[in-house]
């Protein structure tokens, strides 16, 4: 429960509230999960005295950002919603917010209907973040349920900021993952999505659709967002889908952006991992053509393009030609804590790279602490390691030295056999 005995005076200390650093970060990481970290150095510290003023400090600061959302002010309504960001982002704040998801909700949809540009980024990053903290259930549930017809609104709302519009589209498919509760709205949101990317198909007498790039990147993230909810789609539904769209899907490789030709090469993959689970013997008639194209993103030399776009797109694309072509996805391995999770699929890689996309840097954090994280990725609850197993697990530096070592000479073999050096011919 949050403390209030010494509200009053450290109101007159601090004045303004300062931002949320880094430092705040990994002080309330050891307060709010103290079971990851170091008893000893705590007690070193100042012991439990200190962790009550770092806690109460920390709360007072929390409090202040939700009251600053509904400041005249809209850099500082910017600034409290990008602090309540970074707090839900870097630790597990269940019990504090689930006291205070209404008024928290509230002051998200006042800013996504009444702010601009930037303010409403902010706050539909807040929202998923409020509903990865409160994890699948009633209470997310009901902030979706009010900012759901808002979401939707200003996607389909072509005078809107497009920025905001980016963020809505993000947004609005992870909330739909975590909090809705009806399958047929799942459904509806997906085909909201499709009503946008699909405006991007190529046309089957080769011309291009005249779009803007900004428009184009709204399709990319509607695309991605529709991806993610593929994920959690019933057999029958992944059915139609794939009759309908994977014929249809490699027009969108023919995009002059590489962020659009990157996220339908993943789908593609992601599409044939789904469909293959459904019947082992799956078999697409343009399986041969579609192969083609995309080998032709694994080696492109187009000197019209950006290296780093280039680079990017034939990394990604080798990927998706060996999904297509052999059923084979890439592993990779995270490491958080004591524990490792491999991410072994495109269903997998997809979900976790939506949830980083909002956590970020605080996601290793959450694959520890965050039960409903842990539940999705199929972690189990919890660990609970004491300070002894954690000092009887480290190494030193020097082995940690060679083991970077060995897996750096090891990645860059790996690397060299996928690379075609006489693709980059001429290109210096």
Known sequence: MPRNKKKNNRGAQHGAVQPFSDEDASIETLSHCSSFSDTNSAAEEGGEASEDVAQEDFQFKLKAFIDNTVDKSAKTRQGALDGLRTAMATRILHEFISERRMTITDSIERSLKKGKGEEQRAAASLSCLLCIQLGSGIESEEVFKTLKPVFRNILADGSANVQARHAVATS??????????????????????????????????GTRPSLSPQITQLHTHALLSWALLLT???????????????????????????NMRIAAGETIALLFELARDLDAEFEFEEWETLCDKLNALAT?????????????????????????????????????????????????????????????????????????????????????????????????????????????????????????KRVDVGEF
């Open 232 to 258: 959690i789609c019933t057999a029958s539904q992944l059915k139609d889908i794939l009759h309908k769209h994977l014929p249809k899907l490699p027009r969108l490789l023919e995009s002059e952006d590489v």
């Open 300 to 420: 492109d030399c187009n000197k019209h393009r950006a290296k780093t776009d280039k680079r990017k797109q034939r990394s990604v694309f080798r990927d998706v030609l060996k999904a297509v072509e052999e059923g084979d996805f890439q592993s990779e391995t995270i490491r958080f804590g004591t524990e490792r999770m491999c991410i072994d699929s495109w269903v997998r890689k997809r979900t976790y790279d939506a949830f980083r996309e909002f956590v970020g840097s605080g996601m290793n954090y959450h694959l520890q602490a965050n039960e409903f994280i842990r539940d999705v990725f199929e972690l189990g609850p919890p660990l609970l390691v004491d300070s002894a197993t954690l000092k009887a697990m480290k190494i030193s530096r020097f082995e940690r030295h060679l083991y970077n070592s060995a897996a750096f000479k090891a990645r860059t073999k790996a690397r060299n056999k996928f690379r075609d």
């Open 172 to 205: 609005l498919g992870l909330c739909t993952l975590v909090a809705e509760d009806d399958i047929l709205d799942v459904h509806a949101t997906m085909a909201c999505f499709e009503s946008f990317f699909t405006r991007s198909y190529v046309r089957e007498d």
